[in-house]
C-alpha cells in the first residue's frame, strides 16, 4: 500500500524461488509460494473493493499511471521540472483542480493519457532522452529530471550530494556481490540468479524512468535493495550453511 509500483517486482520474487530449485524439489516452494499470493490478495483485497465501488470497475491500488506519464513529458518536463507540478498537477493548480472536479478523475486521467501519447508521437526522441536522464536521476539521485534549463549536471544542494554518494555506495555494493557471485564456480545457477536479481531491482525503477521521478520515489527500492545485497552477501559467502531458499 506504500507504493504500487513495488508489486511490480512480485511475481519475480515469487519466481525466484522456483527457478532456484522448484524443478528438484518442488514440494518445498509450493507451499511458501501459495501463502505469499495468499497474503498478497488478502492485503490488496479491501483496498480493490473500494476502488470498485467508488469507480465502479477493478483499479488495482489506483490507476493514474497516465497522467504520471503526462507530468513526464510535458511541455515543462526537460526545461523546469517545479513548473510541472505548478502548471499540471490538480493539488497544486486550482484550474486543474477545478477542471478534475467538474469532469471527474478518470475522465481526467484519459485527457492526460491522449496528450501524453501525442507528445510522445510527436517526439519520440525527446522522450527517449528524458527516460534517460530519468534513469540517471533515480539510480545516481542527481535531480537532473528537476534542473532548470542550463543548470549544472551534478546536484548544488549538501542533501542531494550525499545522496548521491549514498547510493552510488550502495550501487557499488551490490554490483560487487553479484560479480563475485557471479563467478564462482561453485554456482551453476550463478549467471541466472544475477539476471533474476537484476530483473527486480530494474522493474520497479522503469515505472519512474517512463514518467517522473523525484528522490523521495527511491524510498520503496532501498527495502528491496537490502533484500538483495543481503542475499548476494550470503551466497558469496564461502562459510554459509544456509539450506533454505528463502533466504
Given at each position: 500500500m506504500l507504493n504500487p509500483s513495488l508489486t511490480i517486482t512480485y511475481p519475480l520474487l515469487v519466481l525466484w524461488p522456483i527457478f532456484r530449485s522448484g524443478v528438484k524439489r518442488p514440494r518445498a516452494v509450493v507451499r511458501p509460494v501459495a501463502l505469499a499470493l495468499l497474503g498478497w490478495a488478502v492485503v490488496l483485497a479491501p483496498w480493490t473493493i473500494r476502488?470498485?465501488?467508488?469507480?465502479h470497475e477493478v483499479i488495482y491500488v489506483r490507476g493514474g499511471l497516465w497522467a504520471e506519464i503526462w507530468l513526464g513529458v510535458c511541455p515543462e518536463a526537460d526545461t523546469n521540472g517545479a513548473d510541472v507540478y505548478k502548471?499540471?498537477?490538480p493539488l497544486?493548480?486550482?484550474?486543474?483542480?477545478?477542471h478534475v472536479r467538474a469532469v471527474g478523475e478518470q475522465r481526467w486521467i484519459s485527457e492526460c493519457k491522449q496528450r501524453a501519447k501525442a507528445a510522445i508521437r510527436?517526439?519520440?526522441?525527446?522522450?527517449?532522452?528524458?527516460?534517460a536522464m530519468r534513469a540517471v536521476d533515480y539510480w545516481v539521485g542527481t535531480a537532473l529530471g528537476h534542473r532548470k534549463a542550463g543548470g549544472s549536471f551534478l546536484p548544488q544542494s549538501t542533501d542531494r550530494m550525499?545522496?548521491?554518494?549514498?547510493?552510488?555506495?550502495?550501487?557499488?555494493?551490490?554490483?560487487?556481490?553479484?560479480?563475485?557471485?557471479?563467478?564462482?564456480?561453485?554456482?551453476?545457477?550463478?549467471v541466472g540468479t544475477c539476471v533474476v536479481l537484476a530483473a527486480m531491482v530494474l522493474s520497479f525503477s522503469m515505472v519512474y524512468c517512463?514518467?517522473?521521478v523525484q528522490v523521495r520515489f527511491r524510498a520503496p527500492m532501498e527495502p528491496v535493495a537490502a533484500v538483495l545485497f543481503g542475499v548476494l552477501a550470503e551466497r558469496s559467502s564461502k562459510h554459509s550453511r544456509a539450506k533454505n531458499v528463502f533466504v
Open positions: 476502488n470498485y465501488v467508488h469507480f502548471n499540471h498537477f497544486n493548480n486550482r484550474r486543474i483542480e477545478s510527436n517526439d519520440p526522441l525527446r522522450w527517449a532522452k528524458l527516460v550525499l545522496t548521491m554518494f549514498f547510493y552510488l555506495i550502495e550501487l557499488g555494493l551490490i554490483l560487487g556481490f553479484a560479480l563475485r557471485y557471479r563467478s564462482d564456480p561453485k554456482r551453476p545457477d550463478r517512463i514518467s517522473h
